[in-house]
């Protein structure tokens, strides 16, 4: 419930409506009220404001569109804040030419037609002191406002407004601790990167010029021009997903040109596609020469000299990057340390505010993987970091290692769906293999008998045949030799068993999933690992928990288990596509082939 604060709240006034202080469970929030705005119209301003999330903007905490007056509630900036160092004593330009006003010291000066305030000679000097970023002639009063003097005004303003908040950042943390500060975007460090795609695909857009070209399919029409265009567009839609593409990725997407455009195809090159292949090459690795900003960029071009931490390797782990990337802009050890605080604070509650804390596990990242590098226990991250054990928060520490700005459940779904039904065909042939029984029990559950799956005998969905495939996986990529148990995977376990006294007397070094109920039903999911839980479930498939599996394997530093090594590859390299340069085992590279055939029956 919005509280008032008495008759002088009225913070502001103009043809939108009307901005008021009020207060929100004792912390003062800005309301603005839209009294002629349509609910649309509302809608998209708050859309807007959202967007705009950023460690020196205002965020926006809610809207009402149920009745009118219709408003927007957002953080309120007061006196001593960002805003007040850096917006005071600044012209003020409104849409009607009669409405523009200037803040002359907290008085309201109605400007002239030129919009130019003459100043003295004393504030002229003032404000080249204390506003900078206000272009030379509008202090001088030679010349009215201009897009010249905007471009300068943006040129020096963004380098001063971070000097500005470097040096009132502690005065803003004060003020934070009352009002929920405005955070970046949850992958403010990250290098934002989608997987890999397990079908390609080319981009469907280009220039009007090369889609004439492409139209004509007319191989005198390939020039110089037309090959640099032709690329560069290849280039921006791959570069999505990764800057480093493999030989192997490079080599998949020449073949797509060619098959896509035969006319392309090289006649007098060996494979058809080898000037295309050197072309993209050459354009990957000039693109990277001029990125100074992407973690990945800058991790490989690291010097071993210039950091006396043995954990930062350029050497890329199992093909993830941001091992420890460096703080956010803005941000130390001080900062961190807060964030660190708030949210042990706000995981206390009974109620915690999972949003909040989301932003700040985002900024604190860096500090996680280091201690993550320095082989810090479980038990003891868990005293840093309580709100990491949770299942949510795990796959989101996987995105930003990652560095995707997509779901990597969704992803993982997707590209493991596509192999969903070969799977199981492949495991109804294995008559001969030594796991024969176990693989038929778990094909059992997609047959049209009275089973858990199948309750109303209609053929199986392709997300039951996923939670089948996935279980029957380990058994199909099992070594010929040393100790294997596939319950170092998945460990099926009763609904009445005790999962703290499973987790008790569970030794494994490395995570796996538990399993409680039925695979048609689970009743929950836990994954553990050194006699911890890691986190938990209640609300999940087998699919699903693979995936938090895997994260855990990346957040925490875990190698793979030598019994399930196959396993673990293909679904990191074939599934994740997150490629490490290695070759794949000979069985990993056989199973591969056994899928492609079985896709074609």
């Not at 002229?124 to 003097?149: C, F, N, W």
């Not at 050194?530 to 699903?544: A, H």
Request: glycine share 4%; net charge neutral.
């Amino acid at each position: 419930m919005l509280e008032d604060l008495g008759p002088d709240d009225n913070l502001s006034s103009g043809r939108f409506g009307t901005v008021c202080l009020k207060k929100f469970r004792s912390t003062p929030v800005a309301v603005k009220y839209l009294e002629s705005s349509s609910v649309k119209e509302v809608q998209r301003e708050a859309s807007f404001l959202d967007k705009c999330c950023h460690i020196n903007l205002p965020i926006i905490f809610g809207v009402n569109t149920m009745q009118k007056p219709y408003f927007i509630v957002a953080e309120f900036y007061g006196n001593g804040s960002f805003k007040a160092l850096t917006l005071r004593e600044l012209l003020h330009k409104d849409e009607e030419h009669i409405k523009s006003y200037v803040n002359d010291f907290s008085k309201a000066t109605l400007i002239s037609e030129g919009k130019i305030k003459v100043l003295t000679a004393a504030e002229k000097d003032r404000y080249r002191k204390e506003h900078m970023q206000i272009a030379p002639e509008l202090i001088e009063g030679t010349h009215p406002q201009s897009v010249k003097s905007d471009i300068y005004s943006l040129g020096i303003g963004h380098p001063l407004s971070t000097a500005i908040f470097y040096y009132s950042y502690r005065k803003r943390l004060e003020f934070d601790n009352k009002v929920s500060s405005p955070c970046p975007d949850d992958n403010i460090v990250l290098n934002a990167k989608m997987l890999w795609p397990r079908v390609l695909t080319l981009p469907t857009s280009f220039r009007l010029d090369v889609t004439r070209t492409l139209a004509s399919k007319e191989k005198q029409n390939i020039n110089k021009k037309f090959r640099r265009e032709f690329i560069g567009s290849i280039y921006d839609h791959f570069a999505r997903y990764t800057l480093y593409p493999t030989k192997h990725q490079l080599t998949s997407i020449c073949e797509l040109i060619v098959q896509k455009y035969p006319f392309l195809k090289d006649t007098s090159i060996g494979t058809g596609y080898d000037s295309w292949y050197a072309s993209l090459y050459e354009k990957f690795r000039n693109e990277r020469k001029s990125i100074k900003d992407d973690p990945e960029v800058i991790l490989r071009k690291r010097k071993p000299k210039e950091s006396s931490k043995e954990c930062v390797k350029a050497k890329l782990r199992r093909g993830a990057i941001n091992w420890e990337p460096p703080f956010p802009e803005g941000e130390d050890e001080v900062s961190l340390q807060r964030h660190k605080d708030f949210m042990k604070s706000e995981f206390e509650k009974r109620s915690p505010d999972w949003a909040k804390i989301s932003k700040r596990m985002a900024l604190t990242f860096p500090s996680r993987r280091r201690l993550m590098n320095d082989n810090m226990s479980i038990k003891e991250i868990k005293e840093y970091y309580p709100t990491l054990f949770k299942f949510e928060q795990i796959l989101a520490e996987f995105e930003r290692i990652l560095g995707l700005n997509s779901s990597v459940v969704d992803s993982f779904r997707s590209n493991f769906q596509q192999v969903t039904d070969p799977i199981v065909k492949l495991g109804k042939t294995k008559n001969k293999s030594k796991s024969k029984e176990e693989i038929q029990t778990f094909l059992h559950l997609l047959e049209d008998d009275d089973n858990d799956m199948n309750e109303d005998e209609s053929e199986p969905t392709i997300e039951e045949q996923a939670e089948v495939a996935m279980a029957v996986l380990p058994y199909l990529l099992l070594p010929k030799s040393g100790l294997i148990s596939t319950d170092d995977f998945v460990h099926f376990v009763f609904e009445d068993e005790d999962i703290d006294e499973i987790v008790k007397i569970s030794n494994k070094p490395f995570p796996r999933i538990v399993f409680k109920g039925q695979l048609s039903s689970p009743d929950a999911i836990y994954i553990i690992a050194d006699q911890q839980v890691l986190c938990s479930s209640t609300n999940t498939t087998l699919l699903e928990a693979t995936v938090c599996l895997m994260a855990c394997y990346y957040v925490f530093l875990y190698d793979y288990p030598s019994g399930l090594n196959n396993f673990y590859l293909y679904l990191q390299k074939c599934i994740l596509q997150l490629q490490d340069g290695k070759k794949l085992p000979s069985t990993v590279i056989n199973f591969v082939n056994d899928i492609d055939a079985m896709s074609k029956i």
